[in-house]
């Protein structure tokens, strides 16, 4: 008869056993992430935290596969954790929301159903917090933006673009409404009546990509407007603070309620000039505005002290020389006196973010500048090597630590008005990003408590994997900071074909965030590489500055360093390399195949392939020397060495090429498109996807379906050309 020991033993080894099966069982139950689960993915946005620091009001996106758009609503969740988060808006297309200063009212922005998505047509309303019927606010012509709540709650500032030709039209048009002079049936117009579509243009920078042609007739300026004493009262009348042709943005209200902060830059044509911007005020009564903070360069997100006495606000210095790459610091003045560089010893990115494929596509993603209760201290997001958390500076001395850490992404966050409690929107490369609460007491901070699971049900079922960190030497000593991701059932003694992604940028970085693409690449059977070579954020300023005027270059060499580097570890079949990337990774893409015949297959998605072409038709101006020493015909021979185009003869890789036709800021014809046409030239592999309708922003914000079809796309043409599929999409029809 045994003894009661070995039972023990015995009993203990088939309780592991079953637990090992249970788990290789679970394992099992899990499936591998699609392209089509995009349509189920829901974002979190905007995060807006009470006053009290109890309730969140946030924007949630999600998509409608039926409309191929997404819908936006807002929600609440208390900061207890104690409820879930529930609907609180009916949307479809509702956004902004904005908490009154005592935490009874909630203004948001609302685009009537029938307009689409057309920011223009967006409308404020205020709800009260405790739930109940919203209320519309205003009807301005051109549309309002967000609402900024003054001290007293009784106004709200708020940017818009009429022009003085637009209110006098819709004058007009509400008193022929108020007398009932319209028809049924509308006559057409007269001669007097027609509104030309043509367009003249005197700048050299007159459209955006996403935007689309810009109005130099209609800048943003400042607003205000009174908030009713009760719902149901009749729409109060706006009133126009500021005028002028200059535009205004971000406007912030003095304490006292007296003055209207706001950035502004005053320089009519300011491509001529290094980037340059102030922060001004005006009597919220109106008046003339003065100039209350002024630096040489930019200035971006900006915080008034409590007492109002002083601003931080991040912005760069312009150097002695243009830059390619420019670190954002973080500033404190006085009202109209010198700034003070708190960061100048700080070699990383203040407020700054990870590339990645799933940040909200719709909502907002706001990282504010917070104050702490008593001034001493800002607290602010950084990016580090690929990690974004939250770190608190010395008002003072600059000095710093970090208040969140954590292999993640804090996408976006606000804070109560005393930072005692933050609401965070935080990304993992599992995880799409969901909402936390975060208590903040003096220089520590309590573990971040989860909110919202959107995405739980969907993930649970996914056999997903956190990506491999690898650093590698490159050919001149530098580290490079680079990610692995495998496939979810990898195999150690297998070798995999691999996909190198290259980011866009170029002085952007990759990090610890949920990218959609990488874990469906992985899921299809690919290891996929992705690197921050030299030129990428992150890393501090001369590495992000050192490819000015060599781009692309030595870059180049970094990525194929990580390549290398898989291949020695025997984890790549060397006969399967495949490479890919966006905007400036397509930029890499097509210099990669001219470079070396290694790959067996690429897909340059939005790129560059002549930079004189591009130099004339971007949407933004080089016409500072921050890339290039001068115009195309200035300096012919550096612009032809480094573009892609001048080596095509040497391209021997089956190429994709991915094109956005309304991409303003990488145009098909300076990129794709000669491409394509060079290489059927030269009988050589080649095909084109063209995308009707899409921006630079496809892969992050574009139609859903065509989301999932580019990543169809993508993978097929790598499937064919590394995988040996038989797929005949791509031959000549």
């Known amino acids: ?87 609180f808006s009916a949307g479809p297309r509702d956004t902004a929301p904005r908490w009154s200063p005592d935490g009874r009212w909630l203004a948001f922005l609302r685009v009537p159903e029938k307009s689409g998505e057309a920011p223009a047509d967006a409308q404020l309303w205020v709800i009260p917090a405790a739930g109940g019927e919203s209320a519309q606010l205003t009807d301005v012509v051109q549309g309002a933006g967000p609402a900024v709540w003054s001290p007293d709650g009784r106004t709200i500032a ?49 459209r955006l990509n996403g935007q689309g ?56 044509e300011p491509y001529y000039e290094n980037e340059d911007s102030d922060l001004w005020s005006v009597p919220a009564a109106g008046g003339e505005p003065q100039k209350m903070v002024d630096i040489t360069g930019p200035i971006g997100e900006y915080a008034l002290s409590r007492d109002g006495k002083r601003i931080a606000f991040t912005g760069y210095l312009n150097g002695d020389k243009v830059r390619s790459y420019n670190q954002p610091d973080l500033f404190v003045a006085a009202p109209r006196s010198p700034a003070r560089n708190l960061t100048a010893d700080f070699d990383s990115d203040v407020e700054g973010g990870v590339s990645g494929d799933q940040h909200a596509p719709r909502g907002g993603n706001p990282t504010p500048l917070v104050w702490s209760a008593d001034g001493s201290s800002l607290i602010t997001a950084t990016l580090e090597r690929g990690r974004v958390n939250l ?24 804070a109560t008005p005393d930072a005692s409690r933050f609401a965070l929107v935080i990304s993992t490369p599992t995880v799409i990003g969901d909402l936390y ?97 030299r030129g990428s954020s992150a890393y501090g300023q001369e590495f992000g500055n050192v490819i000015q005027y060599h781009y692309p270059g030595d870059d180049y060499k970094d990525l194929m360093a990580g390549v290398d580097e898989l291949v020695r570890r025997g984890t790549v079949d060397p006969q399967k390399l495949g490479v890919t990337g966006g905007s400036g990774g397509g930029v890499l893409t097509n210099w990669t195949i001219t470079q070396t ?54 391209v021997k890789t089956p190429l994709m090429l991915i094109e956005g036709e309304a991409d303003f800021r990488t145009p098909p014809t300076a990129g794709g498109e000669q491409m394509f046409r060079a290489l059927k030239y030269l009988k050589k592999p080649v095909t084109m996807v063209r995308f009707p309708g899409e921006s630079h922003e496809l892969s992050r914000s574009g139609k859903p379906w065509h989301r999932v079809e580019r990543l169809q796309h993508i993978v097929a043409w790598f499937d064919k050309y590394l995988q040996g599929k038989k797929i005949d999409t791509y031959d000549v029809q």
């Not at 975060?438 to 739980?456: H, M």
């Not at 059932?489 to 949920?514: E, M, Q, R, S, V």
Request: charged share 25%.
């Open 597 to 650: 015949d290694r790959f067996a297959a690429a897909v340059s998605q939005r790129s560059i392939a002549d930079w004189s072409a591009f130099w004339y038709t971007a949407d933004f101006s080089q016409f500072q020397p921050s890339w290039f020493h001068g115009a195309p015909w200035e300096d012919p021979q550096d612009y032809a060495a480094r573009s892609a185009i001048t080596h095509i003869t040497k």
């Open 391 to 414: 770190r608190r500076f010395d008002a003072g001395t600059g000095k710093s630590g970090l208040l969140t850490q954590g292999d993640h992404e804090i996408v976006s966050y606000s």
């Open 158 to 206: 708020f940017v818009g673009t009429a022009n003085d030709k637009d209110l006098a039209k819709w004058e007009k048009q509400k008193a022929e409404k108020a007398e009932k002079v319209e028809k049924a049936d509308k006559p057409e117009k007269t001669e007097e009546e027609h509104e030309s579509d043509v367009r003249v243009i005197s700048r050299a920078v007159y």
């Open 213 to 268: 042609y810009l109005d130099p007739a209609r800048p943003g300026h400042l607003w205000t407007v009174a908030v009713p004493a009760a719902p149901g009262l009749p729409l109060p009348t706006p009133r126009q603070i500021t005028r002028g042709v200059w535009r205004e943005e971000d406007p912030v209200w003095s304490p006292d309620g007296a003055l209207l902060y706001f950035n502004s830059s005053h320089i009519l």
């Open 437 to 533: 609460a975060l208590d903040v007491a003096g220089a520590t901070a309590s573990q971040p408590r989860r909110l919202t699971s959107f995405n739980d049900a969907l993930f649970s079922d996914l056999d997903l994997t956190a990506p491999e960190e690898i650093e590698v030497t490159s050919f001149d000593g530098r580290k490079i900071q680079a990610w692995v991701q495998k496939p979810p059932a990898f195999d150690p003694g297998k070798k995999y074909p691999l996909i190198l992604n290259i980011h866009g940028g170029p002085h952007a970085a990759y990090g610890y965030t949920f990218d959609h693409e990488f874990q469906w690449m992985a899921a299809k059977g690919y290891v996929v590489l992705y690197p921050n070579p």
């Open 1 to 87: 008869m045994p003894c009661v020991r070995h039972r023990r033993h015995a009993a203990i080894a088939a309780a592991l056993l079953m637990l090992a099966f249970v788990s290789a069982e679970a394992k099992a139950a899990k499936r591998s992430i699609t392209e089509t689960d995009l349509f189920q993915f829901v974002w979190v946005a905007d995060p807006r935290i009470s006053p009290d620091g109890k309730q969140v009001v946030f924007v949630r996106v999600s998509v409608n596969k039926k409309k191929d758009g997404y819908d936006t609503a807002l929600w609440i969740v208390p900061t207890d954790g104690g409820q879930p988060a529930r609907p």
